[in-house]
């Protein structure tokens, strides 16, 4: 079986090398996937895996570092910088107004979306762009991808994409995308998240820690604010999927 790369994204790599021919075999192709995995050369997979779905641009997010401010969320991108960081906050609200729930059902599903009408593509790129969400182990990412006006892309090899990249990052070491929002949290924080993931109320968890009712709802209300959830429920459900509990 021959895997095709459109041609006309053939000039818009960023490392050019990364491919040395627009026709390969499937097997060349997860080799260079595979290699490019285990040495922890993320730019380069997502560069091949984005000429493999036919886009031109991507960019990898890891969603349990996304927050209002900073960009620390962002793993690898080809996107013109600009635009990632006029759009860096939009994502973050957007993620976190989104439930529990509709994150999981996201899950290899391809989502589209419109890009803000004032901002400015390279030629001749779409205003709409794709995003696929997958997980490693417990952490969640997102690829979103940008693709030329009028290309249709197949859904099948969107979350084939979405697969191969969640392929890649676990053959690295994930725990080296980590930042210091992972410790953000502080140890009396930590210990009201212990608590509530025990099914404790404020009132128990103060007579536990020796502190007042308010102050204890004082740490959980910052431990959702840097977590980037709305309610206790999902603050544990994060603190799950980060081993934090």
């Known amino acids: 079986m021959e895997l095709r790369v459109p041609e006309q994204f053939a000039g818009n790599m960023v490392q050019p090398d990364v491919l040395t021919s627009t026709t390969f075999s499937r097997e060349q192709f997860l080799a260079k996937l595979s290699a490019s995995g285990s040495s922890g050369q993320i730019q380069s997979a997502m560069a091949l895996l984005t000429e493999y779905v036919g886009a031109s641009h991507y960019l990898l997010a890891r969603y349990d570092l996304i927050q209002e401010n900073g960009l620390d969320f962002i793993v690898a991108s ?3 910088f ?5 759009i860096g906050a939009d994502l973050a609200r957007s993620y976190g107004r989104s439930t529990e729930i509709e ?3 996201s899950l290899l ?7 803000p009408d004032d901002l400015s593509l390279p030629r001749p790129v779409s205003q709409q762009y794709c995003s696929l969400t997958f997980c490693v182990g417990r952490t ?3 690829v979103m991808l940008l693709f030329s006006e009028g290309l ?11 697969l191969l990249a969640a392929y890649v990052l676990s053959l690295g070491d994930t725990r080296e995308l980590r930042t210091e929002r992972d410790f953000e949290l502080t140890d009396r924080e930590l210990e009201c998240l212990f608590w ?5 109320t404020s009132d128990e968890i103060a007579v536990i820690l020796g502190i007042s009712r308010n102050t204890i709802n004082n740490y959980i209300t910052s431990v959702m604010r840097k977590t980037a959830t709305k309610t206790r429920s999902e603050a544990i459900a994060y603190a799950v999927r980060n081993n934090l509990v």
């Open 78 to 80: 080809n996107w013109p």
């Open 82 to 86: 600009d635009l990632v960081r006029r």
């Open 103 to 105: 994150k999981c059902l």
């Open 109 to 115: 599903t391809p989502q589209f979306a419109l890009l």
């Open 140 to 142: 969640r990412f997102s």
């Open 152 to 162: 249709i892309l197949s859904q099948d090899r969107l979350r084939e994409v979405a």
């Open 196 to 200: 509530i993931a025990e099914g404790k």
